[in-house]
Structure formats: C-alpha cells, structure tokens
C-alpha cells in the first residue's frame, strides 16, 4: 500500500513539475541611445482578444458562460510612453522627425502551461523618426491566465527593460 501511494505522489509531482512553464529571460539590444526623443509614433496593431468558456449540465438543463479579455498593444505601448512624457504624433513630420521614436511592435512565440496558463512573447523594435536606424530591440516573454493577459504583462516587461534610466 506504502509502494501505490508513494507512485501516486511521484506521477502528481511528475505532472506538477512538468506542466509548468518557463519564461525565457528578456533580451536587448540597444544601438544607439534614447535620450533627446521627444514625440513617438506607435504603428498601428489589431486587437488581441482572449475567449474561454464553461458547460455544465444538472438535473434542470445545460448551462455556460464565456470571459473574454481584449488588448491593443499598440495603446498598451501609447499608454507607457505618453505617462513617462513623451507626446504621441498621428504621423512623423520632417520638422520633428530626429526627435520621434517610431516604435514597432510584434508577436512571437505562444505557448500553453498547465491548465489555463499561457506564455506569449513580443518584441519591441524603437527606430529614428529621421534615418530609420534601430535604436533598440527588445524581446520579453511573460505568463497570464490568457493570451491577452500574457501579451500585457510581456510588453511592460519588455518597456520597462527598455526604458530603464531614461527621462
């Protein structure tokens, strides 16, 4: 009897351990520094929207109910930078372009953990309003209970590595 439970407590831990998800550690790549920008433009992104669901059934009928969860990373990116100060241009003007960050945002990797855990990682691309050159690159991976919430987390993430000791 000592033997089944033992098995049983080793397969739990088996699956515990193996189910859960790592997140790889955030990387950059700075090529040039971000001081003096004054004004950025964020390219436009499309909605992530995250949808899970629930049945049940009892004696009385079938029931269910969905959550769902949205972002919009390029608002997510707008929302950091403009409460750190910098103002938000609808376009890149010549006047003003050697001082606007044009910022570009994409999606990576995508995972599933236990359960309803998700990793999702994005990456973070700031170049001169003016030369196109790359300022920085920066890739972040972080975990939520959706793949929204995971996207929100990864760019604060990936932001906040980017930004560190600037303004």
Do not use: H
């Amino acid at each position: 009897m000592k033997k089944i439970y033992s098995f049983l407590l080793l397969c739990a831990g088996v699956v515990l351990f193996t189910s859960c998800l790592s997140i790889a550690p955030t990387s950059i790549s700075r090529n040039g520094s971000l001081e003096g920008y004054r004004y950025f433009y964020v390219t436009p992104t499309a909605e992530r929207t995250s949808v899970s669901g629930d049945v049940w059934g009892g004696k009385s009928g079938t029931y269910g109910s969905t959550t769902s969860n949205s972002i919009n990373p390029a608002d997510l990116i707008a929302g950091y930078l403009m409460g750190r100060g910098y103002v938000r241009v609808p376009e890149v003007k010549a006047e003003n372009a050697n001082q606007t960050m044009i910022i570009n945002y994409g999606d990576g990797n995508n995972r599933e953990g236990f359960w309803t855990e998700r990793a999702v990682t994005v990456t973070i691309q700031i170049i001169n309003g003016k030369t196109n050159d790359l300022l920085c690159v920066c890739k972040a991976e972080a975990k939520g209970s959706d793949d929204a919430r995971a996207t929100r987390f990864a760019i604060e993430k990936a932001l906040n590595e980017i930004f560190v000791g600037v303004r």
